[in-house]
Every structure is written in C-alpha cells, then in structure tokens.
C-alpha cells in the first residue's frame, strides 16, 4: 500500500512538473492601420536570394497593405534543450506611414512659429544686407507615393523630414535667389523670388514622394541690423 501511495505521489509530481513546462501559449498579435496611414507588411525572415531587394521601392510596392488590420504571425525559437524552453518571434513587420499634411511657421519671432525658437531664414543679398525671411510650408505624402517616400526616409515620419531636409532645402534655395539681388531688388521682387524657390522646392521633392501644398512668406522682411530695422 506505501508502495502504491509513493507511485501515485510520483506520477502527479511528474505531471505537475510536466504541465508547469508547458510551451507558453502564443497570444495574437494584431496591428491597426487609421485611415490617414499606410502600412506596409515587411517579412522578417527571407531567403538569401531575396536580400538584394529587400529595400528597394518595388519591394514596398508589392508590400502594401489593402486592409485595416493585420495580424502578425510568430514563430517559436527553442532556446534550451527542453521543449517548452523558448520564445515567440514575429515573423512579419508592419511598418505605417502617417500621410496626414504637417505644417510649419518657421518665424523670427518665437512667439507665432511652430516651435518657441526663432526659426526665421537667414540670408544676405549682393550688397551685404542681412535679411530674415519668414516661411510657412504645408507638405503632405499622396498614398500612390508613399512607397517612394518610404523607401527614401525609412523612419517614416514626415515631421523629420519637414524639420531637417525641407527646411535645409529650402534655406538654400532661398539663399542663392536671395543672394543674386540686391536690397532693392529683394522688396520689389519678394513675391518672385519666393515663387521662385517654391517651383524648385516642390519639384525635388515630388521626386522623393512628398507632396510641397504650399510654400510662402508668412510676414514681412526682418533685417539682423537693428538700426536698419528700425
């Protein structure tokens, strides 16, 4: 009778610890795509053949996604010699891209800019006057093009791309128009040269999937020498 109580007192020992090293249930997983984003469904794990393409445009192009939700597959990977010893990973990577436009007031006066920094544009003309223009641009991603712009900017994020290389882009633009003329020149052709560098800007950027909405003055010409503004 001992004999038989210690058997059955094994067995549940054993089946306690073989139901405590379950492999651990594979919870699902889902991503949710708003109507203003566009995803893109990136396999986490390809052939070697496939690598060379694996950032390309047409790669994106084939991998956007049509629906509003996706599921992202796991995979299980062993990490110890026993079964249930391991872990879940993802198989699929969902990248979304916000198109919804961003606009930035880049401004001399903190107080009506995007930011609270003077973020005016500074250039000088042919007769060495210091001048600060005051620059408003909308930029938005067009869903044909967003592939185009992904693969351009991988981050994704047009906020970045607006505060680094449009707004870089746009400063020089503005300094070679600017910098041709001379004073009088800037206050009679203001709205030209404007116009100008607006052409240029939007052109190179419609060639990496951005869409430039608009771009103008948002005041009036600031000169850096005090006594001259005044």
């Known amino acids: 009778r001992m004999k038989a109580k210690f058997v059955v007192l094994a067995a549940g020992l054993a089946l306690g610890s073989l139901l405590g090293g379950c492999r651990p249930y594979d919870t699902p997983e889902f991503v949710e795509i708003d109507p203003n984003e566009t995803a893109f469904a990136i396999p986490m794990e390809a052939e070697t053949t496939d690598q060379t393409v694996f950032q390309s445009e047409d790669f994106l192009k084939k991998n956007m996604v049509a629906s509003k939700r996706v599921q992202v597959p796991h995979r299980w ?33 903190i107080a009506s800019g995007t930011t609270q920094k003077s973020e005016g544009f500074e250039v000088e003309t042919n007769d060495s006057v210091t001048l600060i223009l005051d620059i408003t641009c909308t930029a938005m991603i067009d869903e044909p093009n967003t592939p ?60 990496r999937g951005l869409t430039i909405t608009t771009l103008g003055s948002a005041g009036s010409l600031n000169y850096r020498n005090p006594a001259i503004q005044q």
């Open 148 to 207: 185009m712009f992904l693969y351009r900017y991988p981050i994704g994020k047009l906020e970045s791309v607006m505060d680094q290389e449009v707004r870089a882009r746009i400063q020089t633009e503005l300094t070679s128009e600017i910098g041709q003329a001379s004073l009088e020149e800037v206050k009679t052709n203001k709205s030209q040269y404007i116009s100008n560098v607006r052409d240029r800007v939007t052109k190179y950027f419609a060639g």
């Open 77 to 109: 990977i062993q990490l110890g010699r026993a079964w249930f010893s391991g872990d879940y990973v993802d198989t699929l990577r969902v990248i979304k891209v916000d198109r919804s436009p961003i606009t930035r007031y880049w401004t001399n006066e």
